[in-house]
């Protein structure tokens, strides 16, 4: 079974940058790499919606609002996957959600305000 946990959420001001992070347990690194790794986010009353993924030969996809400002990436021998968040909107906030196949991590919140 496959844990995955998230962190680096945070309370910041539009415009400035976090950097979320995904670490994986329960699975070998050569596992690990076998398969793609997401980002999802959830906001109050909306639909759970894909941010962006990366595959597990690193060829990457974001969805229309965050191009140009996010950036996945990941390390398979760390086993980690991270989301680096620029140039923040108030509508980037959400519960962000690391996702592998069938595996969900607990969710980090991002809340973009002044």
């Known amino acids: 079974q496959v844990q995955l946990v998230e962190s680096g959420g945070a309370l910041v001001q539009p415009g400035e940058s976090l950097r979320l992070s995904c670490a994986a347990s329960g699975i070998s690194d050569l596992d690990f790499l076998l398969a793609g790794m997401n980002w999802y986010r959830q906001a109050p009353g909306k639909q759970r919606e894909l941010v962006a993924r990366i595959s597990n030969n690193g060829d990457t996809n974001y969805a229309d609002s965050v191009k140009g400002r996010f950036t996945i990436s990941r390390d398979n021998k760390k086993k980690m996957t991270w989301l680096q968040m620029n140039s923040l909107k108030p509508e980037d906030t959400a519960v962000y959600y690391c996702?592998?196949?069938?595996?969900w991590g607990q969710g980090t919140q991002v809340t973009v305000s002044s």
């Open positions: 996702n592998r196949v069938n595996s």
